[in-house]
């Protein structure tokens, strides 16, 4: 049986009147790749944050390795990375600088060969000694990526890491990630508006508007049990049923 | 305390200053220019001659210790308001970074700060004025330390504000420490105010190491009885204001800002 990597039990976030997430409960296993889909505003972001302790919940609770963030933050958050491309690297440091401080922060060891394998990895190498602010909206997307594998982590979550790339360089993005899965076991939290791209990378999801869960399952069986034809029809039907 | 996790955030500050005019400047140029000014002011004034009272010694030992306040302050302010301008804030705080790790680095931030222009400012003072406030070194060290206390509780405290204010609130960063620059006798002596707001002086710790520095300054000995207090009164509003941070920090993610902080 493979090992719990999150589980989320009854969690709830409101702020002032407005709840943003509304007793919304799963789990997730190691090296799945799980996608939390739906509209703007359906609490996805708010999920993510509250699993990485930036959040406060309101109720409920979320064990992350079998264990609580109150009491194990440190251990559980050495083993987890983020990245979104809403979320920055300093643009006025350059890409080794970066680096170095975020390999410092998770105390990565040996960090200047980590580094030198992943920019490798992620095609990198030669905008190493660049300021990030010089770097294409693909390679800050890697750079995020790099970034976010720095520590190994055995959880990461991806806020819609793909927004706003090139099709060719979200592909590429997309194979690097099953690749790193595959080679890694790591569990994946993915956002995404590109259905197709969550068709080919996720094997489940988790289908969340107005902060609850509506529907939970393989792409394929949820394709199969609306009878649409693809998630993106499905993604419509979820996000437009509340407004008929 | 990880003292690796402190290195990679005074490492972070550091890789930008080394390539960064602003910001060489804002450690550099404007103690410069005080300095520059007031001393040149000093000097005529001394040629004036007030009853034999040094007007060197007691104007440039107020702006040097002042800049050492407002540098310490600044650096705390803008060690944090630099990764809020480049929207990294989160990805800090999703590692392992504990916050009393945070506060290490922002304080040796400031500890670097304040070294770098006590050697630039008093190395221009005794440069153009003969002006050695290193003669009293050893003495003076004490309220020096209790300045960059100060300068780090002010900036740790304006941090709080703009964490649960937003980036509206920045100006507290920059005009914290002139709304209380008037009651610390940078300049002249508590004694100089009127009696009804004398108390207001001696409830901030400034006021203390101002006081003492003249004292230190005009007799070669260490006022014992100001450096106490000084200390004293630092110790009550550093416990103050780490609680005010760590309640405005609950807040902050009670109410999901630190995302919205930019």
Redesign the interface.
């Given at each position: 049986m493979k090992k719990s990597i999150i589980k989320v039990n009854n969690l709830v976030?409101r702020?002032g009147n407005v709840t943003?997430v509304d007793g919304i409960s799963f789990d997730m296993h190691e090296g799945d790749i799980t996608g939390l889909l739906g509209p703007n505003g359906a609490g996805k972001?708010?999920t993510i944050?509250m699993i990485?302790?930036?959040?406060?919940p309101t109720s409920g609770e979320i064990r992350i390795f079998d264990l609580d963030m109150k009491h194990h933050?440190?251990?559980i958050?050495?083993k987890?990375?983020?990245s979104?491309p809403?979320?920055?690297?300093?643009?006025?440091?350059?890409v080794w600088?970066n680096l170095?401080?975020?390999?410092?922060?998770?105390?990565v060891r040996n960090s200047g060969a980590k580094i030198k394998e992943l920019v490798e990895q992620f095609d990198l190498v030669d905008s190493l000694s660049k300021l990030t602010s010089k770097l294409s909206t693909g390679q800050l997307t890697r750079l995020n990526l790099v970034?976010a594998l720095l520590n190994d982590p055995r959880l990461l979550l991806l806020d819609e890491p793909t927004a706003s790339l090139d099709p060719d360089i979200a592909d590429r993005v997309q194979h690097m990630l099953l690749k790193i899965r595959k080679e890694k076991g790591i569990t994946i939290l993915y956002t995404s508006h590109n259905m197709k791209e969550v068709e080919a990378l996720c094997d489940r999801v988790i289908f969340i508007n107005h902060g609850k869960i509506v529907d939970d399952g393989t792409p394929a069986d949820l394709v199969k049990k609306y009878g649409h034809e693809d998630l993106n029809d499905v993604f419509l039907h979820i996000a437009r049923s509340d407004s008929k | 305390m990880k003292f690796y996790r402190v290195k990679a955030l005074l490492m972070r500050n550091l890789y930008l200053y080394k390539r960064s005019l602003p910001r060489i400047m804002d450690i550099l140029y404007w103690p410069v220019m005080e300095l520059l000014i007031w001393g040149f002011l000093s000097v005529y004034l001394e040629k004036l001659n007030f009853g034999g009272v040094s007007v060197v010694t007691v104007l440039l030992g107020g702006i040097l210790f002042w800049e050492l306040l407002s540098r310490a302050q600044g650096a705390v302010s803008v060690a944090f308001l630099e990764d809020v301008w480049e929207r990294n804030f989160l990805n800090i705080f999703v590692t392992p970074l504990k916050t009393i790790e945070l506060l290490a680095a922002w304080f040796l931030i400031g500890l670097v700060r304040i070294v770098l222009v006590g050697i630039v400012a008093g190395g221009l003072a005794f440069l153009f004025y003969k002006f050695n406030i290193f003669t009293f070194g050893i003495y003076l060290i004490p309220f020096v330390l209790n300045l960059l206390l100060f300068g780090w509780i002010a900036g740790l405290f304006a941090i709080g504000i703009i964490l649960r204010y937003g980036s509206s609130a920045q100006i507290i960063a920059w005009g914290i420490l002139f709304l209380i620059q008037p009651f610390v006798a940078v300049f002249y002596p508590v004694s100089a105010l009127p009696q009804s707001i004398q108390w207001i002086c001696w409830i901030l710790p400034p006021t203390y190491v101002f006081e003492g520095m003249r004292t230190v300054l005009a007799t070669g000995v260490l006022p014992f009885r100001d450096f106490l207090l000084a200390a004293g009164t630092n110790a009550i509003y550093l416990v103050l204001v780490v609680w005010f941070f760590f309640r405005m920090f609950a807040r902050v993610k009670e109410k999901g800002l630190l995302l919205k902080l930019d």
């Amino acid at each position: 049986m493979k090992k719990s990597i999150i589980k989320v039990n009854n969690l709830v976030k409101r702020f002032g009147n407005v709840t943003a997430v509304d007793g919304i409960s799963f789990d997730m296993h190691e090296g799945d790749i799980t996608g939390l889909l739906g509209p703007n505003g359906a609490g996805k972001t708010t999920t993510i944050q509250m699993i990485l302790d930036v959040i406060t919940p309101t109720s409920g609770e979320i064990r992350i390795f079998d264990l609580d963030m109150k009491h194990h933050r440190e251990e559980i958050l050495s083993k987890t990375n983020f990245s979104s491309p809403y979320v920055t690297l300093p643009n006025s440091l350059k890409v080794w600088e970066n680096l170095n401080v975020f390999a410092g922060l998770y105390g990565v060891r040996n960090s200047g060969a980590k580094i030198k394998e992943l920019v490798e990895q992620f095609d990198l190498v030669d905008s190493l000694s660049k300021l990030t602010s010089k770097l294409s909206t693909g390679q800050l997307t890697r750079l995020n990526l790099v970034k976010a594998l720095l520590n190994d982590p055995r959880l990461l979550l991806l806020d819609e890491p793909t927004a706003s790339l090139d099709p060719d360089i979200a592909d590429r993005v997309q194979h690097m990630l099953l690749k790193i899965r595959k080679e890694k076991g790591i569990t994946i939290l993915y956002t995404s508006h590109n259905m197709k791209e969550v068709e080919a990378l996720c094997d489940r999801v988790i289908f969340i508007n107005h902060g609850k869960i509506v529907d939970d399952g393989t792409p394929a069986d949820l394709v199969k049990k609306y009878g649409h034809e693809d998630l993106n029809d499905v993604f419509l039907h979820i996000a437009r049923s509340d407004s008929k | 305390m990880k003292f690796y996790r402190v290195k990679a955030l005074l490492m972070r500050n550091l890789y930008l200053y080394k390539r960064s005019l602003p910001r060489i400047m804002d450690i550099l140029y404007w103690p410069v220019m005080e300095l520059l000014i007031w001393g040149f002011l000093s000097v005529y004034l001394e040629k004036l001659n007030f009853g034999g009272v040094s007007v060197v010694t007691v104007l440039l030992g107020g702006i040097l210790f002042w800049e050492l306040l407002s540098r310490a302050q600044g650096a705390v302010s803008v060690a944090f308001l630099e990764d809020v301008w480049e929207r990294n804030f989160l990805n800090i705080f999703v590692t392992p970074l504990k916050t009393i790790e945070l506060l290490a680095a922002w304080f040796l931030i400031g500890l670097v700060r304040i070294v770098l222009v006590g050697i630039v400012a008093g190395g221009l003072a005794f440069l153009f004025y003969k002006f050695n406030i290193f003669t009293f070194g050893i003495y003076l060290i004490p309220f020096v330390l209790n300045l960059l206390l100060f300068g780090w509780i002010a900036g740790l405290f304006a941090i709080g504000i703009i964490l649960r204010y937003g980036s509206s609130a920045q100006i507290i960063a920059w005009g914290i420490l002139f709304l209380i620059q008037p009651f610390v006798a940078v300049f002249y002596p508590v004694s100089a105010l009127p009696q009804s707001i004398q108390w207001i002086c001696w409830i901030l710790p400034p006021t203390y190491v101002f006081e003492g520095m003249r004292t230190v300054l005009a007799t070669g000995v260490l006022p014992f009885r100001d450096f106490l207090l000084a200390a004293g009164t630092n110790a009550i509003y550093l416990v103050l204001v780490v609680w005010f941070f760590f309640r405005m920090f609950a807040r902050v993610k009670e109410k999901g800002l630190l995302l919205k902080l930019d």
